[in-house]
């Protein structure tokens, strides 16, 4: 599926200074019952989110006028737990381009790059004094450059380079697909099949 | 060069490499099920291309189908249309589909080893994260996206960044009562739930070669749950006699042909890993969680560690805590339980039913615990049957449900109400996981059986001794 290519991003942030925040809280299960793309920011956080009479939780940060923006910054360890794309979906779908953290774990962060959501892995200090200066002013900007791999901090002025692999940085920046590219190795990859072992 | 077992694999499926980018690595099997093909057929429609290898696909149904009355019409519109859009998706592609009420139906990880499809040396891949599961015969098996999946029905190719390597070595003999499960759960507790994060793992040392195929399969089932992609095993001789003359393994010639590929299959002595760690397995216990990640996990006679103690924040543990209704520094023997799981692609196989029955066998199910015994596919419900576990369960109070996923991730009716207490053979403790508001202990099939008959967390190793 096409993407938004992603170049410079300017944005206020969400704060979820949890740890561990596991893809069934991300979108729980009962919810992955879709044939098609669509809704699912409508059901992301869905627990922390809502009671379970559907009204919200006011003291959850998604349902607070505070805090805005296309950037979401989470605690350590963010995205643990199962392979549902859908996770990347809803994060998509809510409106989120970026997430910020300082440890992701490994089938969410592929799901994001596949999807055109951008995972940010920055130093454990730096994540605290994002949440810091969210907490001090939720106006705070960061700006995400996907060029010069940098996330950068207004009101601190900081600003820390993350690493990506360039195969998938240039996907992002162009909007470009992994299944073009392997629709072009065709000729290689059945060959390839004729050979193998199994 | 020297390499390890991992390396051999994966260099035997590289078709192709990007300069500073991923591999492009062939995959030998893969497998589907209703809720994370759908889009990915979507995509296919939407370029208008048919999946390129048919042959090496297989479709269940598992996720979200009912465990009780299969045999009626799905009653969750959702749900029914998720599986049809699977039957249809696999008939209009000639995939392979068991689907439900078929023979051959149940959880991906239990009929992918049972029926051949995972094979030593083989790459593997399915959009679910315990896909590591059939690392257990020496294959490399992982979790994948829907996005991945759409790219393996496109080309059987993916795009993986190698990963490293660890290798967690165990020596010794396990106790009385402790089982594969707890040697997971031990690991796990020690690494936590991110220690193994960027990393494939290889088990190896005398705890996994006297571990029968299922053991194996629980433990590296289990392997995401530290983070890690995925685990596996060394094939031996166990391996390749349980896998000799099912449905869809090698005969013959090819039989001989992928031997001699499967015999170069082990690490070499000098090959190297990024980590390694090692454990006395004597010394673990039988294991319980009683957090919200699974690497929450204690000896069960042990006490629930202060926040001081733990890596990480005190706040996010005091939340898990809370959530359980648990205080820090409590005992978890005599913790009062509402419900018991029995199944799931962790621990739904026959010897986990077997381990069950075996201490149920004579006792009575407590009269307030509620037991959903759920066998992973229709072949441990055949044998159940034919070994007479379901006489010994049934006289003990227990009821069986017919093959699927069920409450290990609640996505059907099988939902652990708010607030009550459950411990569960599954693989994941996380809020609200099997059920909103749920309070999941993770355990092995013994600990459940144990906390069936006394309606707590008891010890199994007294009712053994009984």
Not at chain 2, 437 to 456: D, H, I, N, Q, Y
């Amino acid at each position: 599926m096409a993407y938004d290519k992603f170049t410079v991003l300017n944005s206020t942030a969400v704060p979820l200074p949890i740890e561990n925040v596991d893809t069934d809280q991300i979108i729980p299960a009962r919810f992955l019952k879709a044939t098609e793309r669509k809704g699912f920011g409508d059901n992301l956080f869905r627990d922390w989110r809502y009671h379970q009479d559907g009204t919200p939780k006011e003291d959850f940060v998604l349902n607070q006028d505070t805090y805005r923006g296309k950037i979401l910054v989470g605690g350590k360890n963010f995205g643990s737990g199962s392979s549902r794309e859908h996770a990347a979906w809803a994060v998509y779908d809510y409106g989120f381009r970026c997430v910020i953290s300082s440890f992701f774990a490994d089938i969410f962060k592929n799901n994001c790059l596949n999807i055109g959501v951008l995972p940010v892995q920055v130093s454990p200090t730096f994540l605290e004094e994002i949440f810091a200066a969210i907490a001090n002013d939720p106006n705070t900007e960061i700006e995400v450059n996907l060029a010069q791999q940098t996330v950068h901090l207004s009101s601190t002025g900081t600003t820390e380079s993350f690493e990506i692999n360039p195969y998938k940085k240039d996907n992002l920046q162009n909007g470009y697909d992994d299944i073009d590219y392997l629709l072009n190795l065709k000729d290689s990859i059945q060959e390839f099949a004729q050979k193998t072992p199994l | 060069m020297s390499k390890t077992l991992f390396d051999k694999v994966w260099d035997a499926h590289v078709v192709h490499q990007i300069k500073e980018g991923p591999d492009v690595l062939f995959i030998d099997r893969h497998m589907i099920h209703e809720v994370t093909s759908p889009v990915a057929f979507l995509g296919l429609k939407n370029r208008n291309i048919k999946v390129l290898y048919p042959e090496k696909t297989f479709a269940t149904a598992d996720h979200n189908t009912p465990t009780l009355n299969q045999h009626l019409p799905v009653a969750d519109p959702l749900s029914a249309n998720q599986l049809a859009a699977l039957e249809k998706n696999a008939n209009e592609h000639g995939i392979s589909y068991w689907g439900l009420g078929h023979q051959k139906n149940g959880i991906v990880h239990v009929v992918g080893p049972e029926y051949g499809i995972t094979l030593p040396g083989a790459t593997m891949v399915c959009g679910d994260s315990h896909t590591s599961t059939h690392g257990a015969f020496g294959a490399i098996a992982f979790g994948i996206g829907t996005s991945e999946v759409e790219m393996v029905l496109a080309s059987q190719c993916i795009m993986q960044p190698k990963p490293k390597k660890m290798r967690i070595t165990l020596n010794g003999k396990l106790q009385k009562g402790v089982t594969p499960k707890d040697v997971a759960l031990f690991i796990i507790s020690q690494l936590t739930t991110s220690g193994a994060t960027g990393y494939f793992v290889e088990y190896a040392g005398e705890i996994f070669e006297q571990m029968t195929m299922e053991g194996r399969m629980t433990v590296c089932n289990l392997s995401i749950e530290m983070g890690a992609r995925g685990g596996m095993i060394a094939p031996d001789q166990k391996t390749f006699d349980y896998i000799k003359d099912r449905e869809f393994t090698p005969k013959g010639n090819d039989w001989d042909k992928a031997m001699a590929y499967w015999e170069t299959l082990y690490t070499d002595s000098d090959a190297q890993f990024d980590k390694e760690l090692t454990f006395d397995g004597s010394l673990i216990e039988p294991m319980i969680t009683y957090g919200t990640n699974p690497g929450m996990g204690i000896g069960i006679t042990n006490h629930i560690p202060s926040a001081d103690t733990v890596e990480g924040g005190a706040a996010t543990y005091q939340k898990s805590l809370e959530y359980m209704g648990y205080q820090e520094g409590d005992a978890l023997l005599g913790k009062k339980i509402d419900y018991v799981f029995l199944g799931s692609c962790t621990n739904g196989r026959i010897e986990d039913f077997r381990a069950f029955s075996e201490l149920v066998k004579g006792k009575q199910r407590a009269a307030h615990v509620t037991a959903w015994l759920v066998p992973g596919s229709h072949k441990v419900l055949e044998a159940i049957k034919a070994e007479g576990l379901y006489d010994i369960l049934t006289a003990a109070g227990f009821e069986l449900r017919e093959p699927g996923c069920s409450a290990c991730l609640a996505m059907n009716d099988d939902k652990i109400p708010a607030g009550k207490y459950a411990v569960s053979t599954s693989n994941r403790n996380f809020e609200g996981r099997q059920g909103p508001g749920s309070r999941t202990l993770l355990a092995s099939p013994t600990v459940a059986a144990a906390a069936a008959v006394t309606g707590k967390v008891t010890d199994p190793r007294e009712l053994m001794n009984a």
